[in-house]
């Protein structure tokens, strides 16, 4: 059985899918993962078989609100309902299909898996007439946000022949969904047949020598920070690490691959500033997480019952950091709320608070309890 996977190449949708296709490929399977070239790296170091697709660069947020000027009206929570449909219908799918389409035809797959945010897997599957599988990274994308992408990628469909989907194919066959019971938000009916499967996340060998802890006081809180690899705005930065400097804890601060750690400042011993750390190094030692409250980082959080502490900036954070708050497992500061003193004020509401951790455990437990990758790639190979 052939299954060719498909998705983004960014580390938020690659390191979630790496287990299921690890689990696929250890199955027997013969896997193939078409993504755009500046992903192919890491795929290929953690053994899976891929086929880099030529793309041009992604659009920095920035960069989509220029080419969108519309977004800039919108209010940041509600930035994300037309981001979606213009990153990845718009601007995404388009030369995804391109590059996609010729390996689809060649390599002819018997099932497509896709990442909820890949729209041109659904296609190429169509055209071959097989089966295709939408795997969730986060929340259930919001069916106003999914509409609108379908509207965007419904030229493509018809450039190939075929008549478009509703939602864009993505729940044609079967949802893989990642997100805990506690953490459900609103109407899934128009989701007819839903999979859940424990979110894991790769995020690709451990680092060399020991894990680089701030010094200071040895028995103090460590609260890690991390806005994922998109929005790490300096400036942002530089609230957080005001806020915790003036706290008894040891805070380790991660700026991104692409960042400066000198955009803080000279810091006391308390506090380490460092461009990336694997987070499945750091979060074991962690008592609270900062963070965007982007899907990966939030939920490997959750697995290991860490309150949050939920900064959302775009994409599908506002709908994590609301899910978290609902839930009791976290709090949440919007862009206009998170203030040094405001950040301040919540990292020790949710050190001295105990009931955020007790929610934060029963959400790991039920994420415990949820199908592994393994149980998955099973139902998967019964689809054909």
Same mark, same amino acid.
């Given at each position: 059985?052939?299954?060719?996977?498909? #998705?983004?190449?960014?580390?938020?949708?690659?390191?979630?899918?790496?287990?299921?296709?690890?689990?696929?490929?250890?199955?027997?399977? $013969?896997?193939?993962?078409?993504?755009?070239?500046?992903?192919?790296?890491?795929?290929?170091?953690? *053994?899976?078989?891929?086929?880099?697709?030529?793309?041009?660069?992604?659009?920095?947020?920035? %960069?989509?609100?220029?080419?969108?000027?519309?977004?800039?009206?919108?209010?940041?929570? %509600?930035?994300?309902?037309?981001?979606?449909?213009?990153?990845?219908?718009?601007?995404?799918?388009?030369?995804?299909?391109?590059?996609?389409?010729?390996?689809?035809?060649?390599?002819?797959?018997?099932?497509?898996?896709?990442?909820?945010?890949?729209?041109?897997?659904?296609?190429?599957?169509?055209?071959?007439?097989?089966?295709?599988?939408?795997?969730?990274?986060?929340?259930?994308?919001?069916?106003?946000?999914?509409?609108?992408?379908? $509207?965007?990628?419904?030229?493509?469909?018809?450039?190939? *022949?075929?008549?478009?989907?509703?939602?864009?194919?993505?729940?044609?066959?079967?949802?893989?969904?990642?997100?805990?019971?506690?953490?459900?938000?609103?109407?899934?009916?128009?989701?007819?047949?839903?999979?859940?499967?424990?979110?894991?996340?790769?995020?690709?060998?451990?680092?060399?020598?020991?894990?680089?802890?701030?010094?200071?006081?040895?028995?103090?809180?460590?609260?890690?920070?991390?806005?994922?690899?998109?929005?790490?705005?300096?400036?942002?930065?530089?609230?957080?690490?005001?806020?915790?400097?003036?706290?008894?804890?040891?805070?380790?601060?991660?700026?991104?691959?692409?960042?400066?750690?000198?955009?803080?400042?000279?810091?006391?011993?308390?506090?380490?500033?460092?461009?990336?750390?694997?987070?499945?190094?750091?979060?074991?030692?962690?008592?609270?997480?900062? #963070?965007?409250?982007? #899907?990966?980082?939030?939920?490997?959080?959750?697995?290991? *019952?860490?309150?949050?502490?939920?900064?959302?900036?775009?994409?599908?954070?506002?709908?994590?950091?609301?899910?978290?708050?609902?839930? *009791?497992?976290?709090?949440?500061?919007?862009?206009?709320?998170?203030?040094?003193?405001?950040?301040?004020?919540?990292? %020790?509401?949710?050190?001295? $608070?105990?009931?955020?951790?007790?929610?934060?455990?029963?959400?790991?437990?039920?994420?415990?309890?949820?199908?592994?990758?393994?149980?998955?790639?099973?139902?998967?190979?019964?689809?054909?």
């Amino acid at each position: 059985m052939k299954v060719l996977v498909t #998705s983004p190449a960014g580390a938020g949708h690659v390191n979630q899918m790496v287990p299921l296709a690890k689990a696929l490929v250890s199955r027997g399977l $013969d896997v193939l993962w078409a993504v755009p070239d500046r992903g192919a790296a890491s795929i290929r170091a953690a *053994g899976i078989p891929v086929s880099p697709l030529p793309f041009p660069a992604p659009a920095t947020p920035a %960069e989509l609100r220029q080419r969108y000027p519309e977004l800039a009206e919108l209010p940041p929570a %509600e930035v994300p309902d037309l981001m979606f449909a213009k990153m990845f219908g718009a601007m995404h799918a388009p030369p995804m299909l391109e590059g996609l389409a010729p390996v689809a035809q060649e390599w002819r797959p018997d099932l497509v898996l896709c990442d909820a945010a890949e729209l041109a897997g659904h296609i190429v599957a169509a055209e071959l007439a097989v089966p295709s599988v939408t795997k969730g990274f986060g929340a259930l994308i919001p069916v106003h946000r999914v509409e609108r992408a379908a $509207d965007e990628v419904r030229a493509l469909w018809e450039s190939r *022949g075929l008549q478009p989907r509703l939602y864009a194919g993505a729940y044609e066959h079967l949802y893989l969904d990642v997100y805990p019971p506690e953490l459900q938000m609103g109407d899934v009916s128009h989701v007819p047949r839903r999979q859940l499967m424990r979110p894991v996340s790769d995020n690709g060998p451990a680092g060399e020598g020991p894990l680089p802890l701030p010094t200071g006081r040895p028995e103090a809180p460590l609260v890690y920070v991390t806005m994922g690899t998109v929005f790490n705005n300096p400036g942002l930065f530089g609230g957080i690490v005001g806020a915790l400097a003036t706290l008894d804890v040891r805070a380790l601060v991660t700026v991104g691959p692409q960042g400066d750690p000198g955009v803080v400042g000279e810091q006391p011993d308390h506090v380490r500033v460092e461009r990336y750390v694997p987070q499945t190094q750091v979060l074991p030692n962690c008592d609270v997480v900062i #963070s965007h409250a982007g #899907s990966g980082t939030a939920l490997a959080a959750l697995e290991l *019952g860490l309150p949050q502490l939920c900064l959302p900036q775009g994409a599908d954070q506002f709908l994590n950091a609301a899910a978290i708050t609902r839930a *009791g497992a976290g709090l949440e500061l919007r862009p206009d709320a998170a203030t040094p003193d405001a950040i301040r004020t919540a990292v %020790e509401r949710l050190l001295t $608070d105990a009931s955020f951790r007790t929610a934060a455990g029963r959400i790991a437990a039920s994420i415990a309890s949820m199908p592994s990758p393994e149980d998955v790639a099973v139902v998967l190979e019964s689809l054909v």
